[in-house]
């Protein structure tokens, strides 16, 4: 009974740390590749700052297309 009990042990052994090794792995590779994609979205990422830079030039393009419009208006 003694050798029947160390055979099933070494089989589930055998059957669950190739299996274990696998999911490591494939955790690590998603944690890589998660990783990659934080650190390009960081370098992708727009501040503030530059978001406010960005609408001041929008809005004063239209602006100077709300005068423009307004003088055509004026001059029909």
Do not use: C, H
Not at 7 to 16: G, N, Q, T, Y
Not at 63 to 70: H, P, S
């Amino acid at each position: 009974m003694e050798m029947n009990a160390t055979f099933i042990w070494d089989v589930i052994l055998a059957i669950f740390i190739p299996v274990a090794i696998l999911v490591v792995r494939g955790i690590s590779n998603r944690l890589e590749k998660t990783e990659d994609l934080l650190a390009r979205t960081r370098e992708e990422y727009i501040t503030k700052i530059e978001v406010r830079e960005d609408m001041k030039q929008l809005m004063d393009a239209i602006n100077r297309l709300d005068a423009k419009i307004d003088s055509y208006m004026k001059d029909r």
